[in-house]
């Protein structure tokens, strides 16, 4: 067992019957899907599912599990999901995968957000290693550009694998990936990124984790937020 495999197990353990769980997308994620499925069929364990892209819902389906539409969704007991940075505030750097609007609409309306990731993902700060994802309306993308270089950004829109085109979205945005300024800490980051018209959401995960479970070594360490 790696240790994906084994914190996705880890994370599993904290389902309970009768949970509304909303399931990550990626590596991670699908392992804990996959750990789900085990469980309802070898434990019985009892829950409702929702997913946060496309990608997930397909996994979830594939597996037979009970999914809720987003859209009918009311309550949410438990989200859980990868991420691509963790600072040691536990605040986080998602979107490479680019679901931002629906990963942050699941982050903040769960009672408890479990982040899965090995430990090449802890960071000192947020951008450290990947620039900082940032969805944005089609027809603002350059006045957005503009406003982010007001705040130290720099950066370019997305563009597919073959370089062939722009990445776009499932609501249809653009993504700009964006280097700042290393002086800048995430939460005031968050808090400039939030009042620039124009963007949709960005990857910038700020105080909205409940724990985030790192596996290294055949281990796992639990740091609650």
């Not at 040691?88 to 609409?105: H, I, Q, S």
């Not at 000192?124 to 969805?135: A, H, M």
Request: hydrophobic content about 45%.
């Amino acid at each position: 067992m790696n240790d994906k495999q084994r914190v996705a197990q880890h994370a599993a353990q904290h389902v309970q019957n009768g949970m509304i769980v909303g399931l990550g997308t990626g590596s991670t994620a699908n392992l804990f899907i996959e750990e789900l499925a085990r469980r309802r069929t070898q434990e019985g364990l009892k829950f409702s599912a929702v997913a946060s892209s496309t990608v997930s819902t397909i996994k979830a389906r594939q597996l037979d599990l009970p999914l809720i539409a987003i859209d009918h969704l009311e309550h949410l007991d438990l989200y859980v999901d990868g991420a691509d940075e963790v600072a040691p505030d536990l605040t986080l750097l998602k979107g490479r995968g680019y679901d931002l609007v629906r990963e942050k609409l699941l982050a903040k309306a769960c009672d408890s957000f479990l982040v899965l990731i090995d430990a090449s993902k802890r960071v000192k700060r947020i951008g450290e290693n990947f620039p900082i994802p940032i969805e944005v309306m089609p027809f603002a993308w350059k006045l957005v550009q503009r406003s982010v270089a007001a705040i130290g950004g720099h950066g370019s829109l997305r563009q597919t694998a073959n370089g062939d085109g722009l990445v776009v979205t499932s609501y249809g945005s653009l993504v700009l990936d964006v280097v700042f300024d290393s002086t800048l800490d995430a939460k005031t980051l968050n808090e400039r990124l939030n009042g620039i018209p124009g963007i949709v959401e960005h990857g910038i995960f700020n105080g909205l984790t409940g724990a985030v479970f790192c596996g290294h070594d055949g281990q796992v360490d639990e740091l609650w937020a």
